[in-house]
């Protein structure tokens, strides 16, 4: 069965970053572009980034662009989330999900992590 | 970006009837449309994809109709593992968008 497993949250300053991370297991990581889902408390889903599955193309919401960096590494089946000049608006539960395929994003995300809560707060 | 509108935010239903949640788009998205589930505490549950492809291991009940800017999704006897939040997205261009959830409770 597939797994995701995010790690990283906390609570962050407003201006601090924080890194995330997703491990992943039980599928050919490289084969399947990845994303990130947000959730802020009580809301709705917002995509904020997606990566290739090769890591050489990424997107990223206009919300997010310029301050937050998604990266990979296939070595180890494992996707990241720089997030930096922390807001807070960022505060929700980030979800790293698997696309259902690569190629020319976006698809629909067949498995989702359990989420990592980021709150950002003086 | 394309804007998903769902209605009603609230569906309260009896265990055992029908239940209908609307989605519609602000432009064509074609089929590329998803709905998922999210119950408290948990990650999103993909159910279908392409407008009407249910979810490999998802009961019948659960159906999706729809095409460019009208879609539709219906559970026709609600279960109680059924009660839920209910999202659709929409993934023909980048970014994919959510619509605002329908939440589906206990009449």
């Known amino acids: 069965e597939v797994q995701l497993l995010e790690s990283g949250g906390g609570l962050v300053q407003p201006g601090g970053s924080l890194r995330l991370s997703c491990a992943a297991s039980?599928?050919?990581?490289?084969?399947?572009?990845m994303t990130w889902v947000r959730q802020a408390p009580g809301k709705g889903l917002e995509c904020v980034s997606t990566?290739?599955?090769?890591?050489?193309?990424?997107y990223y919401a206009d919300s997010v662009r310029g301050r937050f960096t998604i990266s990979r590494d296939n070595s180890k089946n494992t996707l990241f989330l720089q997030m930096n000049s922390l807001r807070a608006e960022d505060t929700a539960v980030y979800y790293c999900?698997?696309?259902?395929?690569?190629?020319?994003?976006?698809?629909?995300?067949?498995?989702w992590g359990q989420g990592a809560l980021v709150s950002v707060s003086s | 970006e394309t804007v998903m509108t769902q209605s009603p935010a609230t569906l309260s239903v009896s265990p055992g009837e029908r239940a209908t949640l609307s989605c519609r788009a602000s432009q064509s998205v074609g089929s590329n449309l998803a709905w998922y589930q999210q119950k408290p505490g948990q990650a999103p549950r993909l159910l279908i994809s392409g407008a009407s492809t249910r979810a490999t291991g998802l009961p019948a009940r659960f159906s999706g109709s729809g095409s460019g800017t009208e879609f539709t999704l219906t559970i026709s006897s609600l279960q109680s593992e059924d009660f839920a939040v209910y999202y659709c997205q929409q993934y023909n261009n980048w970014p994919a968008t959510f619509g605002q959830g329908t939440k589906v409770d206990i009449k």
């Open positions: 039980e599928f050919t990581f490289s084969s399947y572009a």
């Open positions: 999900a698997k696309d259902r395929r690569d190629g020319n994003p976006p698809y629909p995300y067949d498995y």
């Open positions: 990566i290739s599955g090769s890591g050489g193309t990424t």
